[in-house]
C-alpha cells in the first residue's frame, strides 16, 4: 500500500514541477533530469531496506516501511509546494510549515562540503 501510494505521490511531484515549471516559465530538461534520477535513488533506497529487512528481521518490513514512510512524506510535501508556488490557496499553517521546511533544507544544504 505505501509503494503504490509512493508512486502515486511521484507521479503527482513530476507533474505539478511540469506545472509549476510552465507556470513559472522556467522549464528546464536538466532540472527534470535531476529530479527524475533522485527518484531513481528512492528505488535504490527501498530495495536496500528491503535487503536489511531480510536480513535482520526475518523479512519484517520495519525498514522498508519507514524508508517507504520518509520518501511518501517527503513527495507529499514537495506537491504541496508545487500546488502553492502556483496559487492554489492553502491553509496558512501548511504554508508555514512549508517555509520553515524550506528554510531548514536550504540552511542544511550550505553547511555540506563538496569535497
Given at each position: 500500500?505505501?509503494?503504490?501510494?509512493?508512486?502515486?505521490?511521484?507521479?503527482?511531484?513530476?507533474?505539478?514541477g511540469l506545472?509549476q515549471?510552465?507556470?513559472?516559465?522556467?522549464?528546464?530538461?536538466?532540472?527534470m533530469r535531476?529530479?527524475?534520477?533522485?527518484?531513481t535513488?528512492?528505488?535504490?533506497?527501498?530495495?536496500?531496506?528491503?535487503?536489511?529487512d531480510?536480513?535482520?528481521?526475518?523479512?519484517?518490513?520495519?525498514?522498508?516501511?519507514l524508508?517507504?514512510?520518509?520518501?511518501?512524506?517527503?513527495?507529499?510535501?514537495?506537491?504541496?509546494?508545487?500546488?502553492?508556488?502556483?496559487?492554489?490557496?492553502?491553509?496558512?499553517?501548511?504554508?508555514?510549515?512549508?517555509?520553515?521546511?524550506?528554510?531548514?533544507?536550504?540552511?542544511?544544504?550550505?553547511?555540506?562540503?563538496?569535497?
Amino acid at each position: 500500500m505505501l509503494a503504490q501510494a509512493l508512486v502515486l505521490l511521484m507521479g503527482l511531484d513530476v507533474l505539478g514541477g511540469l506545472i509549476q515549471a510552465f507556470y513559472e516559465k522556467r522549464l528546464n530538461g536538466s532540472i527534470m533530469r535531476k529530479g527524475l534520477l533522485r527518484k531513481t535513488g528512492y528505488f535504490a533506497a527501498i530495495a536496500l531496506a528491503v535487503l536489511i529487512d531480510r536480513a535482520l528481521f526475518q523479512s519484517a518490513p520495519a525498514f522498508r516501511t519507514l524508508v517507504l514512510s520518509y520518501l511518501c512524506v517527503n513527495e507529499a510535501l514537495s506537491v504541496l509546494e508545487h500546488l502553492a508556488a502556483i496559487g492554489v490557496p492553502l491553509p496558512a499553517q501548511i504554508k508555514r510549515a512549508l517555509e520553515k521546511l524550506r528554510h531548514e533544507m536550504d540552511g542544511d544544504d550550505q553547511g555540506q562540503s563538496t569535497e
